[in-house]
């Protein structure tokens, strides 16, 4: 299976900041890498696919990028609701395997 | 907007088989797939397969042996069974449905703890 790698594994931000997390993949995938949001208690909410293409109704503050082994997830201006656990996804080889999750915390 | 609702026993016995239905409201179930995905306390995700709305399925090599996903389009409802389960089974079982272009995730149910004990 394809291992992925993300990096921090959680990070401390004031409303405001940019944030960026990265996440590797054990082989390249293309860019086949989605990214979702997760909230204690509440449904995941998928964020991006492709590496970089929008899911309907995600604001543009969320911004991914990278193709291959390597790619990040930028949130341009972190606000309250962003503060959560954040995941990759990667979907080109069977079966799809995840990251192990970064934490988003207030500082 | 669609929305998924995971329903199903909280506990089950071990070596018995953990029965679980996503129910699927504000969209249908024609003509997309559909997805288990788990995760253990404390732990990392796991892709458990898809169903597509036709009835054909893939699962995950590592439970493929245990797994048997179905649908119900009459309810708009879809299935996962996960026979002789073990208290590695324990998990935050989500249904979802897969994306148009791959198998990523666009909707996600909220999510059911399911624990293996006797």
């Known amino acids: 299976d394809v291992q992925m790698t993300q990096s921090p594994s959680s990070l401390s931000a004031s409303v405001g900041d940019r944030v960026t997390i990265t996440c590797r993949a054990s082989?390249?995938?293309?860019?086949?890498l989605a990214w979702f949001q997760q909230k204690p208690g509440k449904a995941p909410k998928s964020l991006i696919y492709a590496a970089y293409r929008l899911q309907s109704g995600v604001p543009p503050k969320f911004s991914g990028s990278g193709s291959g082994t390597d790619f990040t997830l930028t949130i341009s201006s972190l606000q309250p609701e962003d503060f959560a656990t954040y995941y990759c996804q990667q979907y080109d080889t069977y079966p799809p395997t995840f990251g192990q999750g970064t934490k988003v915390e207030i500082k | 907007q669609v929305q998924l609702q995971e329903s199903g026993p909280g506990l089950v016995k071990p070596s018995e088989t953990l029965s679980l239905t996503c129910s699927v409201y504000?969209?249908?179930?024609?003509?997309?797939?559909w997805s288990w995905i788990r995760q253990p306390p404390g732990k990392g995700l796991e892709w458990i397969g898809y169903?597509?709305?036709?009835?054909?399925?893939n699962y995950s090599p590592s439970l493929k042996s245990r797994v048997t996903m179905s649908l119900d389009t009459s309810k708009n409802q879809f299935s996962l069974k996960l026979s002789s389960v073990t208290a590695a089974d324990t998990a935050i079982y989500y249904c979802a449905r897969r994306g148009a272009y791959g198998d990523y995730v666009d909707y996600w149910g909220q999510g059911t703890l399911v624990t293996v004990s006797s």
């Open positions: 504000g969209g249908s179930i024609s003509p997309y797939y």
């Open positions: 169903i597509y709305y036709s009835g054909s399925t």
């Open positions: 082989q390249g995938i293309r860019n086949y």
